[in-house]
């Protein structure tokens, strides 16, 4: 079995996301406490206790994500015995879940993924006032269909592919009159489903490029190494382990697409067969399950979930 550690995006936050790890495993508990630590702030609390409408927050949900993936990934390892090096052929992760794969890999230190991440939500916020920006999921088409539709939307605005999730999910972003210009093109086109997001900026597309500059910063000021195993970037859909190409894969990430589709079809062409969606949710576990159909796929963000990675581990 050649397995794949997958890391979910914004979108996947509940309040509740990782108390029960925490509750069960000191290992966990280490990791939540390491963030809050780094953010001086008890993000722990609001994502154990809510509110929800705090943790949905760019700035909150970011980091609260990561963590909840890290807090898995090292009961995983003390618990089932996993080790990346050895037991994985590729990391990758969904937007910020990228950031979340490289801590994984010891790309990053869990402190400085989870600063980056505060620094790439409030960025990511503030590049476009609220309102102007908006971003619209087309379901039922493929990428090709959706660059033509984004395309003639545009009008002079900014109207991009920005996540290609497979299985015929394509997701457009850009000002909002040209979004919804888009959305009418596509329905006037049969497009199965085409429907507004309810998000709070137009993440991955043109209009991110102040928060691209804020993160080129950023990520000038931090170490990154070579992961333990190779992660699929967003940007190129193909593994970097060399840091330079790692940190501009990551600039280029804000507002770049998010090559999913393709980032999931190169690893099960390199013989990948077990995809495994560490932290909260199980949104990659169902887009896997489209676009590499016959995969094995399981998602690990509780304790009944460990035990469920361990027994299937250990069996081999």
């Known amino acids: 079995m050649s397995r794949a550690l997958v890391f979910p995006g914004?979108?996947?936050?509940?309040?509740?996301?990782?108390?029960?790890?925490?509750?069960?495993?000191?290992?966990?508990?280490?990791?939540?406490?390491?963030?809050?630590?780094?953010?001086s702030q008890a993000?722990?609390?609001?994502m154990f206790e809510g509110p929800l409408e705090p943790l949905t927050l760019t700035s909150n949900a970011q980091p609260a994500l990561m963590a909840t993936s890290l807090a898995a990934l090292r009961v995983l390892e003390a618990e089932a015995?996993?080790?990346?090096?050895?037991?994985?052929?590729?990391?990758?992760?969904?937007?910020?879940?990228?950031?979340?794969?490289?801590?994984?890999?010891?790309?990053?230190?869990?402190?400085?993924?989870?600063?980056l991440l505060r620094i790439r939500g409030n960025a990511m916020q503030e590049a476009v006032p609220v309102g102007a920006g908006a971003m619209a999921a087309l379901i039922g088409i493929e990428i090709e269909g959706?660059?033509?539709?984004?395309?003639?939307?545009?009008?002079g605005?900014?109207?991009?592919?920005?996540?290609?999730?497979?299985?015929g999910q394509v997701v457009v972003s850009g000002h909002k009159p040209a979004v919804e210009r888009?959305?009418?093109?596509?329905?006037?086109r049969g497009v199965k489903r085409a429907v507004m997001l309810p998000v709070s900026a137009p993440f991955h597309c043109a209009l991110m490029a102040p928060a691209a500059e804020a993160m080129r910063a950023a990520l000038a000021e931090v170490t990154i190494s070579a992961p333990k195993a190779p992660v699929v970037a967003n940007v190129t859909a193909a593994p970097a382990s060399d840091p330079h190409a790692i940190r501009e894969a990551l600039v280029a990430q804000v507002t770049g697409t998010v090559r999913w589709r393709e980032s999931v079809a190169h690893m099960a062409g390199e013989g990948v067969d077990a995809f495994v969606e560490v932290g909260a949710g199980k949104v990659l576990s169902g887009l896997v399950k489209r676009?590499?159909?016959?995969?094995?796929?399981?998602?690990?963000?509780?304790?009944?979930?460990?035990?469920?990675?361990?027994?299937?581990?250990?069996?081999?």
Request: glycine residues 12%; charged residues 20%; proline residues 2%.
């Open 10 to 39: 914004q979108g996947s936050q509940a309040v509740g996301m990782g108390k029960a790890l925490a509750a069960a495993y000191p290992q966990a508990r280490a990791v939540f406490e390491e963030v809050d630590d780094a953010l």
């Open 43 to 46: 993000l722990s609390e609001l």
């Open 81 to 115: 015995g996993l080790d990346v090096a050895r037991d994985v052929a590729f990391l990758a992760g969904h937007s910020l879940g990228e950031y979340s794969a490289l801590a994984a890999g010891g790309a990053l230190s869990i402190t400085d993924t989870a600063r």
């Open 146 to 155: 959706a660059r033509e539709i984004a395309a003639e939307a545009a009008e």
């Open 157 to 167: 605005d900014v109207c991009d592919v920005a996540n290609d999730n497979g299985g």
């Open 182 to 188: 888009a959305v009418a093109i596509a329905q006037a």
């Open 291 to 316: 676009i590499a159909a016959g995969s094995a796929t399981q998602a690990v963000g509780t304790p009944d979930d460990v035990g469920a990675f361990q027994a299937a581990f250990q069996r081999g």
